[in-house]
């Protein structure tokens, strides 16, 4: 059973910065997805387990960076130019294999959520 262990969420005013980290028990392809209040969760970013692939989506293109430190299995979604848009419950998750994840239903494991308000 792969354990996720996510930090870093707060608030922040509109502008500012926060980076999110997650902790898993295992290496293992990762993505970071949120879920505003009411709204469907969506895919944010996703890295491969060796870190080297990485996808971040149009809505934080620019803004939001992925990385994956492979000697402590964890994962880091760092988080500039913050929008209120941005506001929401974020969550890592792993999925099997080695691959770059992008399919919601891929992964299998999934961190606690962590939430992130950003004020305007």
């Known amino acids: 059973q792969v354990q996720l262990v996510e930090s870093g969420g707060g608030m922040v005013q509109a502008g500012g910065s926060l980076r999110l980290s997650c902790a898993s028990s295992e290496r293992h392809p990762m993505g970071w997805f949120r879920q505003p209040s009411g709204k469907d969760r969506e895919l944010v970013a996703a890295?491969?387990?060796?870190?080297?692939?990485?996808y971040v989506a149009d809505t934080v293109k620019g803004r939001f960076t992925i990385s994956m430190d492979t000697a402590t299995n964890t994962a880091y979604l760092q988080m500039n130019s913050l929008k209120s848009s941005d506001t929401a419950v974020y969550y890592c998750?792993?999925?099997?294999?080695?691959?770059?994840?992008?399919?919601?239903?891929?992964?299998?494991?999934w961190g606690q959520g962590t939430q992130v308000i950003v004020s305007s």
């Open positions: 890295v491969s387990w060796t870190g080297g692939n990485k």
């Open positions: 998750a792993a999925a099997p294999g080695y691959a770059l994840t992008l399919e919601r239903q891929a992964y299998d494991y």
